[in-house]
Structure formats: C-alpha cells, structure tokens
C-alpha cells in the first residue's frame, strides 16, 4: 500500500473487524463497519491522528453498524451504503439486532451508492462492487490504486459468508465471488469483515467456495 494507512479493531459480540483507512499525506480518515463500541474507534482515530469523512458500510447487519450513528454524530459525517440494502439497515429483524443483539436497532445512511460507481473519499478513488449473497445489498469497496478490497461479509479466509439470513442467496454469493471478486488482479489484499485478511490469487486457487 502507498499513502493508505490501514488499523483494524475486532469490536462487538462476535468479532467484526472495523477498519480504519488514513490517507498518510491528507490525514482524511474512513470508518469502514464501525460493529460497536464508539469510543474506542474515537479513541483509536485520535492516536491515529485521523480525520474521519465518511463512514462506509458493507452491510446491513447489527454486527457492523452499531456504532454507525453516533460517529455519525461525533464527526458530523455521511454514513454510506449500497442502495439496495436500505430495507436491512432500517428494519430490525432483518438486521438481526432485534434477534441477536439483546434489543433492536436500526441505522440509516445519508448516501447510497450504485453498482460500479466510482466515488472519491479521503482522496481515493473507491469502486463500488455490488456483491449480494450475503445480504441482497453488500457491497465490497475497491481502492484500485491501493491493491486492497474491503469484502465485508462477502469474502473471507478460504470461506464466505453466510447466506441463511434474510435475503441471503447462495447462488447470488457464488457469482459475487465468481463474477466480480475474483476478477479482480490475484495481488489485492482483501480485508474482510471476520478474521483475518487474505489475498484474491490466494482465494482463486484454495477457496472451496
């Protein structure tokens, strides 16, 4: 990587990665699935010096939104999603917080984005993969320039993610996988929503999916 500056915290009830991507040389900051516990993100941006301008969520689920709204308003920046994954942030049940997290939640996003739009945030061109499967609208954000992917539930370690949730589709995940993740050059470092990070060549050859 060049001028991007990745950290990641494993935050929440089951593990979820948030990752925190600098522009070295602006010191703009993107919050990508802020799962829970706000402070320690806000504690972690500081020590990195940080500016956050947007927060970039893969998908809907309560395990990668839960600190959404208030970094929202800490920082008094957009929160930013895949268009067609409006219905799981902003209902309870198919976001599974109303089922797993002990109470019911919802986010909402100020930008929804469409399938192949390129948008430039923190000074990076960012592609915008729409990779249901999971969920109808995950969305996997490609920083071209930067040889990463962040694959949200979509991709993991030598798996994927799972598809018995609402809305979620093995044979839609098969051709996310197929179709565009694995299009993409064998370098890429894919940073995923769960464990640890992988690379595309890597998951062509060994992912049983």
Same mark, same amino acid.
């Given at each position: 990587?060049? %001028?991007?500056?990745?950290?990641?915290?494993?935050?929440?009830?089951?593990?979820?990665?948030?990752?925190?991507?600098?522009?070295?040389?602006?010191?703009?900051?993107?919050?990508?699935?802020?799962?829970?516990?706000?402070?320690?993100?806000?504690?972690?941006?500081?020590?990195?010096?940080?500016? /956050?301008?947007?927060?970039?969520?893969?998908?809907?689920?309560?395990?990668?939104?839960?600190? $959404?709204?208030?970094?929202?308003?800490?920082?008094?920046? /957009?929160?930013? $999603?895949?268009?067609?994954?409006?219905?799981?942030?902003?209902?309870?049940?198919?976001?599974?917080?109303?089922?797993?997290?002990?109470?019911?939640?919802?986010?909402?996003?100020?930008?929804?984005?469409?399938?192949?739009?390129?948008?430039?945030?923190?000074?990076?061109?960012?592609?915008?993969?729409?990779?249901?499967?999971?969920?109808?609208?995950?969305?996997?954000?490609?920083?071209?320039?930067?040889?990463?992917?962040?694959?949200?539930?979509?991709?993991?370690?030598?798996?994927?993610?799972?598809?018995?949730? /609402?809305?979620?589709?093995?044979? $839609?995940?098969?051709?996310?996988?197929?179709?565009?993740?694995?299009?993409? /050059?064998?370098?890429?470092?894919?940073?995923?929503?769960?464990?640890?990070?992988?690379?595309?060549?890597?998951? %062509?050859?060994?992912?049983?999916?």
């Amino acid at each position: 990587m060049g %001028k991007l500056q990745v950290e990641k915290l494993v935050l929440g009830m089951v593990a979820t990665n948030c990752y925190l991507a600098k522009n070295q040389e602006t010191g703009e900051l993107l919050i990508i699935d802020p799962a829970d516990h706000a402070g320690r993100i806000i504690s972690r941006i500081t020590a990195m010096g940080g500016c /956050p301008v947007a927060i970039l969520l893969t998908h809907g689920h309560f395990d990668h939104i839960g600190a $959404a709204q208030e970094l929202h308003d800490h920082y008094n920046i /957009p929160v930013c $999603a895949y268009e067609a994954e409006q219905e799981i942030l902003e209902n309870a049940g198919k976001n599974l917080s109303a089922a797993m997290a002990g109470h019911g939640f919802t986010a909402s996003a100020d930008r929804y984005f469409r399938d192949g739009e390129r948008v430039t945030l923190a000074g990076f061109e960012i592609e915008v993969l729409h990779t249901p499967g999971h969920t109808v609208g995950g969305a996997c954000y490609y920083i071209a320039e930067e040889s990463v992917v962040f694959s949200g539930d979509t991709l993991f370690y030598a798996s994927v993610g799972r598809t018995d949730f /609402p809305t979620g589709s093995m044979s $839609a995940l098969h051709r996310s996988l197929h179709e565009r993740l694995f299009a993409l /050059p064998d370098e890429t470092l894919v940073l995923p929503g769960h464990e640890e990070r992988t690379q595309i060549g890597f998951e %062509k050859k060994y992912n049983p999916y």
